[in-house]
């Protein structure tokens, strides 16, 4: 056993981390070879059936559950994995992760550098071929091979940026800013993880969240990009957003009871004047537009 860990750990480089809270059910007779790599977060399950065998460089990540059944046999640099990490069309985030359980049947043979993915269920008696990319689930008695075949599609990217920098899920108007403006990619930022309520808001697709904004490089970079930036959450202003964007000259547009500066660069407007804030919005991109 490695770490308590009741697997046999056979060769040499195993790297082993279980997260306190970590739930882990192993079975007898379970082989990991050399260069295997198992991960389980503080509040993860991973349930491994009897005589479970994974060769060299297997590796397996588990945020969420991960379940295996007996008898099954993992090739040389399977990886498994029950998360994502969260991205729109501009960035990746390092910590904001999705995730979905994953289920292997027992009686499986998984190929060589076979990829598994969140949210599959493998079925029993399954054979996987070397290489193949899991993202769909398998059902009993099958066998998988891989296809050669690429597909590969554009990332969209709007012609025009908008910058919300907020600690606050309330951000004045935006439902309506969102749909009166599709040409316009919003883009909301917060130093922490978001509530639920500003999350749903990703039903737009020109919403693009980032959680977890703490650094100065990432929100300048997001400014720069940015045609504008609204002022419009409640609460604090963050780390001096406003200011960093009169500084670059960014147009700035504000209502007028969450307006956390005042200058004459920036346009504001009551909480019932949103259409006048989109007309403003449409004229200043124009005119960026004409270079007046």
């Known amino acids: 056993m490695y770490l308590n860990v009741p697997i046999n750990f056979k060769g040499n480089y195993h790297h082993i981390e279980i997260s306190e809270g970590a739930q882990l059910q192993i079975g007898h007779g379970v082989v990991m070879r050399s260069f295997t790599s198992l991960e389980v977060s503080t509040e993860g399950t991973l349930v491994i059936g009897d005589r479970v065998f994974f060769n060299d460089h297997c590796s397996i990540r588990c945020l969420d559950k991960i379940t295996i059944g007996h008898d099954t046999m993992f090739g040389d640099g399977v990886r498994i994995f029950d998360f994502n990490h969260k991205f729109n069309n501009y960035n990746v985030f390092k910590t904001s992760m999705s995730s979905s359980p994953i289920h ?6 998984i190929g060589a550098n076979t990829v598994i993915l969140k949210g599959v269920t493998i079925g029993d008696n399954v054979v996987i071929g070397a290489n193949c990319l899991i993202y769909q689930d398998i059902p009993d008695n099958s066998i998988v091979t891989h296809s050669e075949q690429l597909n590969i599609k554009p990332r969209y990217v709007a012609k025009y940026h908008a910058f919300v920098y907020t600690y606050s899920d309330q951000l004045e108007g935006l439902e309506y800013l969102l749909s009166s403006l599709p040409e316009v990619d919003f883009h909301i930022a917060a130093p922490t993880n978001v509530s639920d309520y500003l999350r749903g808001f990703e039903r737009f697709s020109n919403f693009q969240l980032y959680e977890y904004c703490q650094t100065r490089e990432v929100s300048d970079r997001i400014l720069e990009m940015s045609d504008f930036y609204l002022d419009i959450n ?10 960093r964007a009169l500084e670059r000259g960014k147009p700035i547009f504000a209502f007028e009871n969450v307006a956390h500066r005042t200058s004459e660069k920036i ?3 009551g909480l019932d004047d949103k259409n006048k804030m989109v007309a403003a919005i449409r004229r200043q991109l124009e005119k960026d537009e004409n270079g007046d």
């Open 267 to 269: 346009q504001v407007f």
């Open 104 to 109: 292997i049947g027992r009686d499986c043979w």
């Open 234 to 243: 409640q609460w604090d202003e963050v780390d001096d957003i406003v200011g």
